[in-house]
Antibody, heavy 120, light 110 residues
Framework: QLQLQESGPGLVKPSETLSLTCTVSGDSISSTSYSWGWIRQPPGKGLEWIGSTFTSVSTQYNPSLKSRVIISSDTSKNQFSLKLNSVTAADTATYFC????????????WGQGALVTVSS | QSALTQPASVSGSPGQSITISCAGTSSDIGNYNYVSWYQQHPGKGPKVIIYDVSKRPSGVSDRFSGSKSGNTASLTISGLQTEDEAEYYCNSYTTISTWVFGGGTKVTVL
């Protein structure tokens, strides 16, 4: 059974870097069959696509976040990570890691979500 | 990229059918058949109910159906049930190789 699990600090100070890791079990992030990504949801608000990685090499980012985001992969640990720098209170959100079947819009697996609060 | 446009809320009585629209542009919905819909109950994570405009994942009720016309996608829920009360989000691929969500629609079962 595929599982995605987000991990990382739940509290980050303004202007610092938010770092989250998604550990994948039950599939390989190197697979060409799937793309792996991050989506966030501020409290009480809608979903926002942050970015994604494919075969640990190709990455795409939301243009509104592109200057502050890096998504990277560690195939040896079967993990992919999100780094968002210069955070503000507006980055407070639940962050989900996801899997999407290549060549489709089928985002079939989501992690349970990790709430990250930006506050001093 | 701008968010896709969804109505803030839609309501219906049990047994009725409702339709949620998702308006985009020729740079997203109008250019690809990569539209998906997600259902989210309070306190839970999103669950995909429609992908590639009209395909239904295994296990999703056939009361949910999707379609697209031009730059607008639609989700129809037939035979509305109390458990359908949730937030619904549309999502589309774009011409700049990114993904964009709609703002969400709250479905209320009267």
């Amino acid at each position: 059974q595929l599982q995605l699990q987000e991990s990382g600090p739940g509290l980050v100070k303004p202007s610092e870097t938010l770092s989250l890791t998604c550990t994948v079990s039950g599939d390989s992030i190197s697979s060409t069959s799937y793309s792996w990504g991050w989506i966030r949801q501020p409290p009480g608000k809608g979903l926002e696509w942050i970015g994604s990685t494919f075969t640990s090499v190709s990455t795409q980012y939301n243009p509104s976040l592109k200057s502050r985001v890096i998504i990277s992969s560690d195939t040896s640990k079967n993990q992919f990570s999100l780094k968002l720098n210069s955070v503000t209170a507006a980055d407070t959100a639940t962050y989900f890691c996801t899997r999407r079947r290549s060549g489709t819009s089928y985002r079939d697996y989501w992690g349970q979500g990790a709430l990250v609060t930006v506050s001093s | 990229q701008s968010a896709l446009t969804q109505p803030a809320s839609v309501s219906g009585s049990p047994g009725q059918s409702i339709t949620i629209s998702c308006a985009g542009t020729s740079s997203d919905i109008g250019n690809y058949n990569y539209v998906s819909w997600y259902q989210q109950h309070p306190g839970k994570g999103p669950k995909v109910i429609i992908y590639d405009v009209s395909k239904r994942p295994s296990g999703v009720s056939d009361r949910f159906s999707g379609s697209k016309s031009g730059n607008t996608a639609s989700l129809t829920i037939s035979g509305l049930q109390t458990e359908d009360e949730a937030e619904y989000y549309c999502n589309s691929y774009t011409t700049i190789s990114t993904w964009v969500f709609g703002g969400g629609t709250k479905v209320t079962v009267l």
